[in-house]
């Protein structure tokens, strides 16, 4: 059973950093690309940033470009989301996500439970 448990969200003000994790297991890390979604209250779920099976190639939404990394360690079946420079409209819940395999460019097929994170002053 695919299991996506993300950990590391919380409070922080404005222009701060959080660094999100996910840990995952069912499954092997390192035969899916993965990444993660959010969804801000009274909105849809967005997708962010997804990275590559081997961590080579990355993309990110627009609006966290420049902001926001993602990376992995398959050896530790961990996904990660450095966010800094925090801005009011990152309050969200974020998911981790999964893709079916290594292929780039089909959609995501499990996320997990979520972890919120607020920015506010």
């Known amino acids: 059973e695919v299991q996506l448990v993300e950990s590391g969200g919380g409070l922080v003000q404005p222009g701060g950093s959080l660094r999100l994790s996910c840990g995952a297991s069912?499954?092997?890390?390192?035969?899916?690309?993965m990444g993660w979604l959010r969804q801000a209250p009274g909105k849809g779920l967005e997708w962010i940033s997804k990275?590559?099976?081997?961590?080579?190639?990355?993309a990110y939404v627009d609006s966290v470009k420049g902001r926001f990394t993602i990376s992995r360690d398959n050896a530790k079946n961990t996904l990660y989301l450095q966010m800094d420079s925090l801005k009011d409209e990152d309050t969200a819940v974020y998911y981790c996500?999964?893709?079916?395999?290594?292929?780039?460019?089909?959609?995501?097929?499990?996320w997990g439970q979520g972890t919120q994170v607020t920015v506010s002053p």
């Open positions: 996500a999964k893709y079916p395999s290594c292929k780039w460019s089909v959609r995501h097929d499990s």
């Open positions: 990275i590559s099976c081997t961590g080579g190639n990355t």
């Open positions: 069912g499954f092997t890390l390192s035969g899916s690309v």
